[in-house]
């Protein structure tokens, strides 16, 4: 980590302890990644939730599903292609033969679409990145409503601050997250009779491996630092610094738990302070 990155996230990695807020819930986590993802994954098992692990990688869930049950939950390896109708009703029915009960659906699973100026980019590139951003949550909260009615559980979408945002390279990846947040409005409205909550959160830059990377060559194109672009990256937020993974995955965790009962329907914006509402 970087020097300007470990002054800032020390004292607040030092002062955060791990409650309880999950314990006997089963939450549903699809997109177990690098980065943000893993961090869900992690943070909710010292919550004391059990999961279900969700992505196309089985080795990769394998490591995950270790690192879960190294904190006393269970975990459950379920390799899916979130984009095949048959997949998804195979993940619900997985799900719940094994626990019996579903809590949380946290959709974070994401396709990148093409970073070029949207007038520019061919439909199909479109539809294939939508299909992952936009389609599959919304089936996977379609199938997955009648378990969590049952417990009056909830919904999380991972969003992104691009969608305050207006730069044509990331024109593509505005309308997956523009079109993800009407869905979770429109989502938290039909199924909030039932008992099920919708929320998203979105978070702007995380300082993960990643972004890491990125911070990484766009020092080298411009002949500057790594700590360099840090600081042009925290500068616009009021805590001048970028979120960790970790504390993206605490604040949306704080959505799928009980003190969280009479929130739906909301943006939660995870990133220091960089754009207010």
Known sequence: MSTTAAAHLTPVADAYEPLPLLKGKVVVLSGVG???????????????????????TRKRLEKMAEVVRSYGTRALVVPTDITDEDARRALVEASLAEFGRVDCLINNAFGIPPMDPISTLGLEALRAANETNVFAPLRLTSLFADALAATHGSVIMLNSAVQFSSQPEYAGYK???GALAHLAHSLATELGPRGIRVNSVAPSYIYEDVNKGYFDWL??????????????????T????????????????????????????QTLTVDCGEFHS
């Open 238 to 265: 009021d805590l001048q610094r970028l979120a960790s993974p970790e504390e993206v995955a605490r604040a949306t965790l704080f959505l799928a738990s009980d003190l969280a009962s009479a929130v739906s329907g």
């Open 34 to 56: 690098p980065g943000l993802g893993r961090s869900l994954g992690e943070e909710a098992a010292k919550m004391g939730a059990d999961l279900v692990l969700v992505s196309r």
């Open 175 to 177: 309308l997956s997250k």
């Open 219 to 236: 020092a080298s194109e411009a002949g500057v630092t790594h700590d360099d672009v840090y600081a042009e990256k925290a500068a616009p």
